[in-house]
Structures are given as C-alpha cells and as structure tokens.
C-alpha cells in the first residue's frame, strides 16, 4: 500500500504537509526533503499510537493476524 502525501508551500517559507488517507498526520519542514522526514514520523507515531490503543481497548479473546492490502 501507498499513501498520497500532499506537499504545499507554506508563506513563511517551507512547506507544510499532510497524509490524505490519514487525516490529522500532518508536518512540516524546511525542504521537502525534510518535510518528507517530518511526515513519515508523524505517520510512524500515528500507527505506533492506534496499536497500542487498540491493544489496550480489545478483549484477551481477540484474534489479530496481518493485512497486507493490495495497491489501489
């Protein structure tokens, strides 16, 4: 799977950025390159912080197993 990371100049220089297919992952960075960076934290910490919720929400008798989903 991809997600589609939009990139936009920011007036104070920069660029501001956001993932579509997550809302609220959002970042920002100098260069694209670091706005790039940025981006793939936020996504990163986003995940890492919905597992680990999810852990702490779900029943002992839940069942979890990988989805790997196919390109769109």
Not at 19 to 34: A, D, W
Not at 39 to 63: F, G, N, V
């Amino acid at each position: 799977m991809k997600l589609t990371a939009v990139f936009e100049p920011a007036e104070e220089g920069g660029y501001i950025c956001w993932l579509e297919e997550m809302p609220g992952v959002q970042s920002q960075g100098e260069t694209l390159e670091e706005a790039r960076a940025n981006l793939t934290d936020a996504a990163q910490l986003a995940i890492e912080y919905l597992r680990e919720k999810s852990r702490q929400e779900r029943s002992p008798q839940s069942l979890c197993e990988s989805l790997e989903l196919p390109a769109a």
